[in-house]
């Protein structure tokens, strides 16, 4: 955010950094909305803390003395900010008294979008006067994200600003709709405004007669349920059950864990991607700075396999044999063509490392271009490899990774893995914000994956994992479009910035390196 003049864009809410504003306390502001000199009603215009939208002759005025250093602007479907010229900008003070007002004009061009978007101008001085940078950008975010609420209250259509955000009102939409039954596989459940969300509505379902049913990790829930939550639950009339109870005896079974995310309605809707059921997943809890995921969202007769997936699962939590056709929705009726899709789990009991295979196929696919997203790079020999041969043969690689980690020695020795792939011409980014938990591959605008693999030794080789493969799927051009601008608020890494690393911190990566496969 220390960029003047850079468009930043995170997920699919516009950052527009034009302007120098002086840090001053105790200012109002006030301005104008015009477009081709008219003036625009109805904008609104908030510093974070007073909402506010323009008159019939286009003004506005806010009153509050915040001193954040930025404004936001709804621009409304049909409009977008004019950047010809000298607009958008502030134009200056109309006067230099106590009670200071600030002049702030925005004007505004007819165009053919048809969603409203939010567009900041911020003070880039105040963000060079933070010493911690990502405390400046944390705040900002937050501020945003109330904004956000405001407008929603006001029904004001906005877009969100991160994929796993926008899943969370979808998520409750699609539950409201279930008729036969529900079931839910996750790693992590965490009760807060997400989870306890989706319980109220699991509960009213229940006892409506729809079949509720829920999976969920028993390490990965170790600090965030009770360890009684599976009977909790049965008392609400929600049939769960948990993953490979954890034991405090040594054996290899522990590192099996269900790292899958799953949810499933009826067997004609499903999501997968990367959140769990935590409010940190949806930002209403900060934990690493901001929180980006991804979520991906099937209808139709693809959801069937995510649904023989989880019950496959349900019958090894249960040592059942169910007849799972009982569960099998009637034919989608036949749609346009949307390529193909195709849901996949992995398994580490079969010796078949099918989330690997699916990587390292569209690795060897690639011509143009493969763009990978994921929170962990920790990666074996033969991914390090292809990926390093498709970067020297020409094909463009970036990878995006966190800036903030969530667990750091995880996060030394990702690091530790960026200097071959540097050399080879990989290109990688770090998610200045905050921590990315996406897991997205796209390649030549063909092919995609969205899922829970992680390019770690245990999501690829000791975890039950899924992922949805597409093929010329629309879709794609979206995941593309979400981490070309995603790569926007990211900070290159340079093989320089590396070679110049204090000695005792390489040594300590290259011990760290030795024992990846057990992180």
Same mark, same amino acid.
């Given at each position: 955010?220390?960029?003047?003049?850079?468009?930043?864009?995170?997920?699919?809410?516009?950052?527009?950094?034009?302007?120098?504003?002086?840090d001053?306390?105790?200012?109002?502001?006030?301005?104008?909305?015009?477009?081709?000199?008219?003036?625009?009603?109805?904008v609104?215009?908030s510093?974070?803390?007073?909402?506010?939208?323009?008159?019939?002759?286009?003004?506005?005025?806010?009153?509050?003395?915040?001193?954040?250093?930025?404004?936001?602007?709804?621009?409304?479907?049909?409009?977008?900010?004019?950047?010809?010229?000298t607009?958008?900008?502030f134009f200056?003070?109309?006067n230099?008294?106590?009670?200071?007002?600030?002049?702030?004009?925005?004007?505004?061009?007819?165009?053919?979008?048809?969603?409203?978007?939010?567009?900041?101008?911020?003070?880039?001085h105040?963000a060079?006067?933070?010493s911690?940078?990502?405390?400046?950008?944390?705040g900002?975010?937050?501020? *945003?994200?109330?904004?956000?609420?405001? %407008? /929603?209250?006001? =029904?004001?259509? &906005?877009?969100?600003?991160a #994929?796993?955000?926008?899943?969370?009102?979808?998520?409750?939409?699609?539950?409201k709709?279930?008729?036969?039954?529900?079931?839910l596989?996750?790693?992590?459940i965490?009760?807060?405004?997400f989870?306890?969300?989706?319980?109220?509505?699991?509960?009213?379902k229940?006892?409506?007669?729809v079949?509720?049913?829920?999976?969920?990790?028993?390490?990965?829930?170790?600090?965030?349920l009770?360890?009684?939550?599976n009977?909790? *639950?049965?008392?609400?009339?929600?049939q %769960? /059950?948990?993953? =490979?109870?954890? &034991?405090?005896?040594?054996? #290899?079974?522990?590192?099996?864990?269900?790292?899958?995310?799953?949810?499933?309605?009826?067997g004609?809707?499903?999501?997968?991607?990367?959140i769990?059921?935590?409010?940190?997943?949806i930002n209403?809890?900060?934990r690493?700075g901001?929180?980006?995921?991804?979520?991906?969202?099937?209808?139709?007769?693809?959801?069937?396999?995510?649904?023989?997936?989880?019950l496959s699962?349900?019958?090894?939590?249960?040592?059942?044999?169910?007849?799972?056709?009982?569960?099998?929705?009637?034919?989608?009726?036949?749609?346009?063509?949307?390529?193909?899709?195709?849901p996949?789990?992995?398994?580490?009991l079969?010796?078949?490392?099918?989330?690997?295979?699916?990587?390292?196929?569209?690795?060897?696919k690639?011509?143009?271009?493969?763009?990978?997203?994921?929170?962990?790079?920790?990666i074996?020999?033969?991914t390090?490899?292809?990926?390093?041969?498709?970067?020297?043969?020409?094909?463009?690689?970036?990878?995006?990774?966190?800036?903030?980690?969530?667990?750091?020695?995880?996060?030394e020795?990702?690091?530790?893995?960026?200097?071959?792939?540097?050399?080879?011409?990989?290109?990688i980014y770090e998610y200045?914000?905050?921590?990315?938990?996406?897991?997205?591959?796209?390649?030549?605008?063909?092919?995609?994956?969205?899922?829970?693999?992680?390019?770690?030794?245990?999501?690829?080789?000791?975890h039950?994992?899924?992922g949805?493969?597409?093929?010329?799927?629309p879709?794609?051009?979206?995941?593309?479009?979400?981490?070309?601008?995603?790569?926007?608020?990211?900070e290159r890494?340079?093989?320089?910035?590396h070679?110049?690393?204090?000695?005792?911190?390489?040594?300590?990566?290259?011990?760290?390196?030795?024992?990846?496969?057990?992180?």
């Amino acid at each position: 955010v220390s960029r003047n003049g850079q468009n930043l864009l995170l997920g699919r809410t516009t950052f527009n950094l034009l302007s120098d504003i002086p840090d001053k306390a105790g200012m109002n502001i006030k301005g104008t909305v015009t477009c081709n000199g008219e003036p625009v009603a109805g904008v609104v215009v908030s510093d974070g803390s007073e909402v506010t939208r323009t008159d019939a002759e286009g003004i506005y005025y806010l009153a509050s003395d915040k001193k954040n250093g930025y404004v936001f602007i709804s621009v409304p479907s049909g409009y977008e900010v004019d950047h010809s010229g000298t607009t958008p900008r502030f134009f200056g003070y109309l006067n230099q008294s106590a009670s200071t007002v600030e002049q702030r004009d925005f004007a505004l061009a007819k165009c053919d979008n048809s969603h409203h978007r939010i567009v900041v101008f911020t003070d880039v001085h105040l963000a060079r006067r933070v010493s911690d940078r990502s405390q400046f950008q944390s705040g900002f975010l937050r501020e *945003m994200t109330d904004y956000l609420k405001s %407008c /929603r209250a006001d =029904n004001i259509p &906005v877009y969100g600003i991160a #994929l796993g955000d926008l899943a969370f009102p979808r998520m409750l939409e699609e539950l409201k709709k279930a008729k036969h039954y529900i079931f839910l596989e996750y790693f992590i459940i965490q009760p807060g405004k997400f989870w306890d969300s989706i319980l109220d509505i699991l509960e009213e379902k229940a006892a409506q007669g729809v079949e509720v049913r829920l999976i969920y990790d028993d390490m990965g829930c170790m600090f965030t349920l009770p360890r009684d939550y599976n009977e909790q *639950m049965a008392a609400r009339g929600i049939q %769960c /059950r948990v993953f =490979n109870r954890f &034991v405090p005896v040594m054996s #290899l079974r522990l590192n099996n864990r269900d790292h899958r995310k799953l949810m499933i309605i009826d067997g004609q809707v499903g999501f997968t991607g990367g959140i769990n059921l935590a409010d940190e997943y949806i930002n209403q809890h900060e934990r690493f700075g901001h929180w980006k995921d991804s979520v991906i969202l099937l209808e139709g007769d693809a959801v069937w396999s995510m649904a023989v997936m989880f019950l496959s699962m349900w019958d090894h939590c249960c040592g059942w044999e169910e007849e799972f056709d009982r569960f099998r929705p009637a034919p989608s009726p036949a749609r346009p063509w949307t390529g193909y899709v195709q849901p996949y789990t992995d398994t580490p009991l079969d010796q078949e490392p099918v989330g690997q295979s699916v990587y390292l196929n569209m690795i060897a696919k690639a011509r143009k271009y493969i763009y990978i997203t994921t929170p962990y790079l920790v990666i074996d020999v033969a991914t390090n490899t292809a990926l390093c041969n498709a970067a020297k043969s020409g094909v463009d690689v970036r990878i995006i990774t966190p800036h903030i980690p969530d667990k750091r020695y995880v996060f030394e020795v990702t690091r530790a893995h960026y200097p071959p792939l540097l050399k080879a011409g990989v290109k990688i980014y770090e998610y200045t914000p905050g921590f990315i938990h996406a897991k997205n591959f796209v390649v030549d605008d063909r092919f995609a994956v969205v899922g829970t693999v992680n390019l770690d030794y245990r999501s690829l080789f000791l975890h039950f994992e899924d992922g949805v493969w597409l093929c010329e799927a629309p879709c794609i051009h979206d995941i593309r479009a979400d981490f070309e601008e995603t790569l926007k608020v990211c900070e290159r890494i340079s093989l320089r910035k590396h070679r110049r690393l204090n000695p005792l911190v390489q040594l300590y990566r290259n011990i760290l390196r030795v024992f990846a496969p057990l992180m």
